[in-house]
């Protein structure tokens, strides 16, 4: 009978540890279409910008061919003025080169190194930037950095909930066990003991033989959190 006790208390940890992975997985799903939906926000935002910004420009010829009368000389002028402006527009530095735009791979670089040094802040923006961008093999990196920079600002549900969607992202992938060692190590810091076991419990049944470092961090959690066998 005391068995049979120990059997449905067993059962009952494991569901309360799996639903707590549900509800993370379900609030993850949510955030990525919140996401999506400020990208295409953020594109039509974009689309708008450069619409007024040709407007402007039609109507800024248009009052300077009526300022200076119709015709060739007039058009001729326009012409000119558009044509200057228009060389002139892509100066930005004193040799007159145009600021290169970063790509994935440096604003990755920029983040890791503001994690370095512990700016937390910074490394979030960056991540954010590129998760907002187009989708690439990148974004995960970029997931990555975003958990480890909300953990460095102590934002532990919501860095939570960042590893785990860095894990969902790519399960199998190189990212996955530390990503499932920092849904661990970040339920440690918010107390909920139980939940980081099972997330642990997952990870060694997922990835058996993890990189020694994960190995040892995985035996530092356990103990933290108090895991049982």
Same mark, same amino acid.
């Given at each position: 009978?005391?068995?049979?006790?120990?059997?449905?208390?067993?059962?009952?940890?494991? %569901?309360?540890?799996?639903?707590?992975?549900?509800?993370?997985?379900?609030?993850?799903?949510?955030?990525?279409?919140?996401?999506?939906?400020?990208?295409?926000?953020?594109?039509?935002? #974009?689309?708008?910008?450069?619409?007024?910004?040709?407007?402007?420009?039609?109507?800024?010829?248009?009052?300077?061919?009526?300022?200076?009368?119709?015709?060739?000389?007039?058009?001729?002028?326009?012409?000119?003025?558009?044509?200057?402006?228009?060389?002139?527009? +892509?100066?930005?530095?004193?040799?007159?080169?145009? *600021?290169?735009?970063?790509?994935?791979?440096?604003?990755?670089?920029?983040?890791?190194?503001?994690?370095?040094?512990? %700016?937390?802040?910074?490394?979030?923006?960056?991540?954010?930037?590129? @998760?907002?961008?187009?989708?690439?093999?990148?974004?995960?990196?970029?997931?990555?950095?975003?958990?480890?920079?909300?953990?460095?600002?102590?934002?532990?549900?919501?860095?939570?909930?960042?590893?785990?969607?860095?894990? #969902?992202?790519?399960?199998?992938?190189?990212?996955? *066990?530390?990503? @499932?060692?920092?849904?661990?190590?970040?339920?440690?810091?918010?107390?909920?003991?139980?939940?980081?076991?099972?997330? @642990? %419990?997952?990870?060694?049944?997922?990835? +058996?033989?993890?990189? +020694?470092?994960?190995?040892?961090?995985?035996?530092?959690?356990?103990?933290?959190?108090?895991?049982?066998?």
């Amino acid at each position: 009978m005391g068995g049979a006790v120990l059997h449905v208390g067993a059962a009952r940890a494991d %569901d309360n540890g799996n639903l707590v992975l549900q509800l993370l997985e379900r609030v993850n799903t949510l955030e990525e279409q919140t996401r999506d939906m400020r990208g295409q926000i953020d594109q039509l935002n #974009n689309q708008v910008q450069q619409q007024n910004a040709t407007l402007s420009k039609q109507i800024a010829d248009m009052n300077f061919a009526m300022q200076n009368g119709h015709g060739g000389a007039s058009g001729g002028a326009a012409s000119a003025a558009s044509t200057a402006a228009a060389g002139a527009a +892509p100066l930005a530095s004193a040799d007159g080169a145009a *600021p290169a735009k970063r790509t994935a791979a440096d604003i990755l670089k920029d983040g890791n190194a503001a994690l370095l040094r512990q %700016d937390y802040t910074a490394a979030q923006a960056d991540a954010q930037q590129v @998760l907002s961008g187009p989708k690439s093999v990148r974004q995960i990196d970029a997931q990555y950095l975003l958990a480890q920079s909300l953990a460095g600002q102590k934002q532990y549900r919501q860095s939570a909930l960042a590893y785990y969607d860095t894990y #969902n992202r790519s399960p199998h992938g190189a990212r996955a *066990p530390s990503a @499932l060692l920092g849904v661990a190590a970040t339920l440690v810091a918010l107390g909920d003991k139980a939940s980081a076991c099972q997330a @642990l %419990d997952k990870l060694s049944s997922e990835f +058996p033989e993890p990189e +020694p470092r994960i190995r040892s961090a995985e035996g530092i959690y356990r103990k933290k959190a108090k895991c049982g066998g």
